[in-house]
């Protein structure tokens, strides 16, 4: 079964400190990946994705992800995080389901960034 | 660029009533649209798959007569809960996406459903 997995429920960092937000999936073919954000009572921001290429993908707000075919991988990373990335982030993958393309999306994981 | 807007944000409705919810793309085309539903601190579900002009294809355990989507143009989608009850309160999302299937999708700002 196609699914997406984020281990952490919560992260938490002090501000200016590296961040590392964990993703793994379990979908068949060629994975295309996502990286969404969401604020309270918010829709969710795309931050970037992974399609093919190169393995480390640089998105929004200094954000990136590194894509880890033989782990089956795919962590959010920042090198310095801020006060106000604390927010809830969602891990996505792309699957293809009775003739539709779809987005099957983690449990999501809260990143708490304290100064 | 690529906005997606919602309409209301917020609804209180009385139990038994029905209740719109629009999604349009403000800025693009969208040859396909979602509605996802989320619960208090839970992930995204996908409710179902609207293309332009066709018939929507409901996530098995929706029921498509209490969840009517309307598809009719490449920029507005709708989504009616008919006979609302308080077990349909929830966070209801839209996105659009643009063509091929690796595009990432747009996410409207959400639509908070209460039915008392």
């Known amino acids: 079964a196609q699914s997406v997995a984020q281990p952490e429920d919560q992260v938490n960092v002090a501000e200016g400190n590296p961040l590392t937000v964990k993703c793994t999936y379990s979908?068949?073919?060629?994975?295309?990946l996502f990286w969404y954000v969401q604020y309270p009572n918010r829709g969710l921001q795309f931050l970037l994705k992974?399609?093919?290429?190169?393995?480390l993908v640089k998105g929004s707000y200094g954000f990136e992800a590194e894509f880890n075919k033989s782990q089956t991988s795919f962590h959010l990373k920042k090198p310095s995080a801020l006060v106000s990335d604390s927010a809830l982030y969602f891990c996505?993958?792309?699957?293809?389901?009775?003739?539709?393309?779809?987005?099957?999306f983690g449990a999501g994981t809260r990143l708490a960034v304290h100064p | 660029g690529a906005v997606v807007s919602q309409h209301p944000s917020w609804v209180i409705c009385k139990s038994g009533t029905s209740v719109k919810i629009e999604c349009r793309s403000l800025?693009?085309?969208?040859?396909?649209m979602f509605w996802y539903r989320q619960f208090p601190k839970q992930s995204l579900m996908l409710m179902a798959t609207s293309n332009e002009g066709s018939k929507a294809t409901y996530e098995q355990g929706v029921e498509k007569d209490k969840f009517l989507i309307n598809h009719a143009s490449l920029t507005l989608s709708t989504l009616t809960v008919t006979s609302a009850h308080p077990e349909d309160s929830s966070f209801y999302i839209c996105s659009a996406r643009v063509s091929a299937s690796y595009n990432e999708q747009f996410f409207g700002p959400g639509t908070r459903l209460t039915v008392l």
């Open positions: 992974y399609i093919t290429g190169d393995n």
């Open positions: 800025d693009f085309q969208a040859t396909t």
């Open positions: 979908v068949s073919g060629n994975p295309y």
């Open positions: 996505a993958a792309h699957f293809l389901s009775g003739g539709y393309n779809k987005l099957i």
